[in-house]
T-cell receptor, first 115, second 113 residues
């Protein structure tokens, strides 16, 4: 099953409003990342937050991490039509051997920003 | 899409045919990854490689094969054993195999005739 699950599955807002997306995960992590995907394109990395960090900012993006609740949120302030995309959270997941690494992605939140 | 290229953009497979998706990166990254994305789903890891001449199976490796003969290249072959190959395939790379930023290519959409 997916390690990360985004909520809501879809979000529609007006330009200028703020958009908040949430991600919940099941097991302890080292890092959590957020990616953006425009329709039919590859993913673009937005921000990485480490397990010992609680909040991080990048431009109009604000990410929080609550390891006690195993959840993260992505806030996009003053949204623009160009922010329309799918947003995915990804958590690291060490293999049992401890030496390999892979990211596990959620199903994403589809954000639509209406002009 | 950074320095990762994938080709072709669209690929059509006939029944029983093997097809190969190309992935090339000029970022000098050690690690490369192949993901499959189905509609409304997240990305699922097919194979990954942390170093040349070495690769590991991901969560859904059955019906796929890879090679990593050069640092820059990580081709994925979808074999005839993969019974449901229709999907969007994404290649990614990262500087090392540690939990850090992955850079994605533009993707290849595979369709079955």
């Amino acid at each position: 099953s997916q390690q990360g699950e985004e909520d809501p599955q879809a979000l529609s807002i007006q330009e200028g409003e703020n958009a908040t997306m949430n991600c919940s995960y099941k097991t302890s992590i080292n890092n959590l990342q957020w990616y953006r995907q425009n329709s039919g394109r590859g993913l673009v990395h937005l921000i990485l937050i480490r397990s010992n960090e609680r909040e991080k900012h990048s431009g109009r993006l604000r990410v929080t991490l609550d390891t006690s609740k195993k959840s993260s949120s992505l806030l996009i302030t003053a949204s623009r039509a160009a922010d329309t995309a799918s947003y995915f959270c990804a958590t690291d997941l060490l293999n049992s051997g401890g030496s390999n690494y892979k990211l596990t992605f959620g199903k994403g939140t589809l954000l639509t920003v209406n002009p | 899409d950074g320095g990762i290229t994938q080709s072709p953009k669209y690929l059509f497979r006939k029944e029983g045919q093997n097809v190969t998706l190309s992935c090339e990166q000029n970022l000098n990254h050690d690690a490369m990854y192949w993901y499959r994305q189905d509609p409304g789903q997240g990305l699922r890891l097919i194979y990954y490689s942390q170093i040349v001449n070495d690769f590991q199976k991901g969560d859904i490796a059955e019906g796929y094969s890879v090679s990593r003969e050069k640092k820059e290249s990580f081709p994925l072959t979808v074999t005839s054993a993969q019974k449901n190959p229709t999907a969007f395939y994404l290649c990614a790379s990262s500087i090392t195999g540690l939990p850090e930023t992955q850079y994605f290519g533009p993707g290849t959409r595979l369709l079955v005739l």
